[in-house]
Each structure stands twice: as structure tokens, then as C-alpha cells.
């Protein structure tokens, strides 16, 4: 499983940005998707996640301007961010949860990141 993201960059503060993310391979189902963010020495958050049937789940600092989608048919995930801040500044990651067949766990995918900067 591969995951390919997309749609980094730089933007003003203020600005909005979409982020994509495809995943590729030997897939049969995928559950949770999400989006992490990691700034120069910080650890990695999440930034927000959305299960295979739509419930969504955003970090506090996120809230109201970040929206998570996703299009199953696509296995692909979204981000939708706006009225951004500088400290939004970080490189994103994007995740997917894979059920491991015959068990009921998951494996986690990650993507390679991509950067956004957010210049104040």
C-alpha cells in the first residue's frame, strides 16, 4: 500500500490550501483516515481523522477552519484547510488504517509528507 500526497506549498497567513492524499495497492477495505502535522521540533500531532463512514474527529486547534473528507470509492482523503495561521507551519502526513485479514487490528500507513508553510 502507497500512499501519495499532494497539494502543499506556501501561503499567506489568511490563506487556504487543499491537501490530497491517494492510497494505491492490494486494497480491500481501509478504516480510519487521517492527518498528522509535524513542526521543526515538535513531536506529531493529529491534525484530524475521519472514519469509513464519515465520523470525523479535529484537533482544538483546528476546529472550524480544517475539514477532513474522503471519497472511499477513490481511497482517497482530503484536506481542506482555511484562514490559515503561521503556526499551521508543518509538514503533514497523512495516514491509513488497513485491517490486517483474519484479525481484528490495523495496520497504519503513512504517506511521505508534504510541507505547508504559512507566511505571516
Known amino acids: 500500500v502507497q500512499l501519495v500526497e499532494s497539494g502543499g506549498g506556501l501561503v499567506q497567513a489568511g490563506g487556504s490550501l487543499r491537501l490530497s492524499c491517494a492510497a494505491s495497492?492490494?486494497?480491500?477495505?481501509?478504516?480510519?483516515m487521517g492527518w498528522y502535522r509535524q513542526a521543526p521540533g515538535k513531536q506529531r500531532e493529529l491534525v484530524a481523522a475521519i472514519t469509513s463512514d464519515g465520523s470525523t474527529n479535529y484537533a482544538d486547534s483546528v476546529k472550524g477552519r480544517f475539514t477532513i473528507s474522503r471519497d472511499n470509492a477513490k481511497n482517497t482523503v482530503y484536506l481542506q484547510m482555511n484562514s490559515l495561521k503561521p503556526e499551521d507551519t508543518a509538514v503533514y502526513y497523512c495516514?491509513?488504517?488497513?485491517?490486517?485479514?483474519?484479525?481484528?487490528?490495523?495496520?497504519?500507513?503513512w504517506g511521505q509528507g508534504t510541507q505547508v508553510t504559512v507566511s505571516s
Open positions: 495497492g492490494s486494497i480491500f477495505s481501509i478504516n480510519s
Open positions: 495516514n491509513a488504517d488497513v485491517p490486517v485479514g483474519g484479525t481484528n487490528r490495523n495496520w497504519r500507513y
